[in-house]
């Protein structure tokens, strides 16, 4: 079984585990790579709240020594951006002083935190980021694991199998996730849950994007992201691909502009990968600014210091559709301009 798993690639993985599967990143080091396979392929039954089963000695057993493997191939430089590393405390042992919500929440600063003052763009630095992202998967996928049965309190007919995660529009959570999160961390008092028995919680869509309002009307924001769903996606594409390498243009739109447009803006922000919420969120607000491709290419065009009339010729279009163009794009999407060479 174990040569079979080490042979089929990420994409027959992924249909084989179905829910189970936990991604690993394309250039993560071996030895980690290895033990993300070996515990996906053991750790159905596991989970947080399990006694019998609990996630984290499953973690301590496959993931620690792999971690601690890769860290001693590695300067002492590195060892301060993962958790535990160089200190004697073990992975696994991060997380259980911390929780794995804090611990995706750790290793994310410490990621950003390499990109920006230590990484140097050489092949040892690309394995290491993209451990890196492999190990912050694991443990997101850990902190959204669900036990294989599991009744959230007494009284309350949810059932915890349904699907968990974002809504469709957005980086929000649906309201069942939203709300099953409540569940577990026992925020929601009796009459709140008295409440919830009589509502349909959705597990496709968040509150702001519930098809139908409380008074039983359609939702405009609904129908509005329904619509624009197709640009949602490939905006929330583009993001995630420049993200997962800043270092170059990575977006293949065909246009020059548009691409050069998701590398500047993506290099000015500390988003990683593992930020899908961020991403999500960030993604609908380009597609409800209507930030269209044309925009990015007067943004583009205006970012290498060409004014108004520039743009105009160069695009082909009149000086005032620049202008209004321009007007109505949010300060969030602009780039700096850039400094002229004097």
């Known amino acids: 079984m174990a040569i079979m798993v080490d042979m089929e690639n990420e994409e027959h993985a992924k249909k084989r585990l179905g829910r189970y599967y936990i991604p690993i990143w394309e250039g993560c080091d071996p030895t980690v790579s290895q033990s993300i396979k070996d515990f996906r392929e053991r750790w159905k039954p596991y989970s947080t709240s399990s006694r019998r089963y609990p ?6 057993e496959v993931i620690d ?9 590695l300067p002492v430089r590195y060892s301060g951006y993962v958790p535990g590393a160089g200190t004697g405390v073990g992975f696994s042992a991060i997380i259980g002083l911390v929780g794995l919500d804090a611990m995706v929440r750790v290793q994310r600063q410490l990621l950003r935190q390499f990109i920006k003052t230590e990484d ?43 699907k968990h995660g974002f809504c469709d529009f957005c980086g929000e959570l649906s309201e069942f996730s939203a709300f099953m999160a409540k569940v577990a961390e026992q925020q929601v008092n009796d009459a709140e849950l008295e409440n919830r ?17 409380t008074n039983g009307e359609w939702n ?4 509005q992201a329904k619509r624009s769903l197709a ?8 993001l995630s691909q420049q993200c997962a390498k ?12 548009v691409d050069g447009y998701f590398f500047h803006y993506v290099m000015r922000q500390t988003l990683q990968p593992a930020d899908k919420a961020e991403l999500r969120n960030q993604a609908r607000l380009m597609v409800d600014s209507k930030l269209s491709d044309r925009k990015k290419q007067i943004l583009m065009l205006q970012w290498s210091g060409l004014n108004q009339s520039e743009i105009a010729r160069r695009l082909g279009i009149a000086r005032q559709a620049v202008s209004k163009a321009l007007a109505s794009i949010p300060a969030m999407f602009h780039l700096k301009k850039k400094r002229p060479i004097r």
């Open 246 to 257: 800043p270092a170059t243009p990575q977006v293949k739109s065909g246009d020059q502009l």
């Open 120 to 162: 140097r763009q050489t092949p040892r630095d690309h394995r290491f980021t993209a451990t890196l992202e492999a190990l912050i998967e694991l443990v997101c996928c850990c902190a959204s694991k669900r036990p294989q049965t599991s009744a959230p309190a007494q009284g309350v007919s949810l059932n915890a199998q349904r």
């Open 65 to 73: 020594p792999a971690v601690a493997a890769y860290m001693a191939t």
């Open 231 to 238: 640009q949602f996606e490939l905006e929330l594409a583009r």
């Open 55 to 60: 996630i984290g000695r499953l973690i301590q």
């Open 197 to 213: 028995k009589k509502l349909e919680l959705s597990h496709q869509y968040c509150e702001g994007h519930r098809p139908k309002l």
């Open 220 to 223: 405009p924001a609904y129908r």
